[in-house]
């Protein structure tokens, strides 16, 4: 019988063409890689080799056998991975997110709602966050939009407003306004958060004159809002307090892309029902 690492074998030594190079690549010794090519033809009951002094190749029957080794190779990693995700799936609720803020009070949420499981989550973009939803890779997804899908189920769950922090001389601060729109604050300098999701995105698209201090750090960011003039944004659902944004003005953002209804999605049919 055919092993699986044999297999291995067999398909490394029709990529790199000789015994020794395969045997490198394998991290193994050329017996044991001559061993399973004999194996393989032992199993096979017909001869995949044309064999001269010092050499080894493929014969036609060989390489025919080769591309059903590939198929069984991928179709066995295919299966493994499967299988390892849907047992992850039943002790693990996986979320993923177009942004971060809805995220802070969901898994909370859904914790406490399944509390012998295990909630994780991760950022994505909206395409892929549907795919992984309908392909059983997550059991939740959380859109900027609402999408109609017989496959899915989707509610709605909380809405975000985006404002920007500005110091209080700054040249876009007005008494008489009230409000402010990307257009109003494009070319200023901001102050971003990394890892914000589709947020990201919008503001260059929003502000292409603009250039963004990206932090990584959240300790970093909140020094830097406090001790420099560049603006930086904040949302309804945000956690910065107002030590954070003392002697600034926080003016919310008018445009319709600013402020965002999130939806929650999940199939239909799936075990876990949000």
């Keep these: 019988m055919i092993n699986y690492e044999e297999l291995e074998h067999f398909v490394a030594f029709a990529d790199y063409g000789t015994l020794s190079k395969a045997a490198e690549h394998l991290h193994i010794s050329q017996p044991t890689i001559t061993r399973s090519m004999q194996n393989i033809e032992n199993a096979f009951g017909v ?5 001269s002094k010092n050499r080894i190749e493929l014969n036609s029957v060989g390489e025919e056998a080769v591309k059903y080794a590939r198929n069984l190779l991928d ?3 295919q299966m493994i991975a499967h299988i390892r995700t849907y047992d992850r799936s ?6 993923k997110s177009c942004a971060p803020a809805p995220l802070w ?11 012998n499981m295990a909630v ?12 992984a ?5 997550c059991q939740v997804g959380v859109l900027p939009y609402a999408i109609e899908d ?3 189920f989707c509610k709605k769950y909380v809405t975000e407003n985006l404002s920007v922090c500005l110091p209080s001389d700054h040249p876009a601060v007005s008494n008489v306004r009230k409000e402010l729109t990307f257009h109003d604050i494009n070319g200023f300098n901001c102050l971003l958060k990394s890892e914000i999701g589709f947020w990201e995105d919008l503001c260059h698209i929003k502000m292409p004159a603009s250039k963004f201090l990206v932090q990584t750090d959240i300790f970093e960011f909140l020094e830097l809002a406090n001790h420099s003039t560049l603006p930086f944004f904040t949302t309804n659902l945000s956690n910065v307090t ?12 008018s445009d319709i892309e600013a402020n965002v209804t999130y939806h929650i999605i999940s199939r239909k049919d799936a075990k876990i029902q949000i």
């Design 120 to 131: 994780t989550s991760e950022l994505n973009d909206m395409n892929a966050i549907i795919e």
């Design 90 to 95: 039943l002790r693990t609720i996986l979320i």
């Design 47 to 51: 001869s995949l080799f044309i064999r």
């Design 105 to 115: 009070s969901l898994v909370q949420n859904l914790s406490a709602k399944f509390p």
């Design 150 to 152: 017989e496959l899915l």
């Design 242 to 253: 107002e030590e954070h944004i003392k002697n600034r003005v926080e003016i919310p953002i």
């Design 133 to 137: 939803v309908k392909n059983g890779a």
């Design 75 to 77: 179709n066995t990693s």
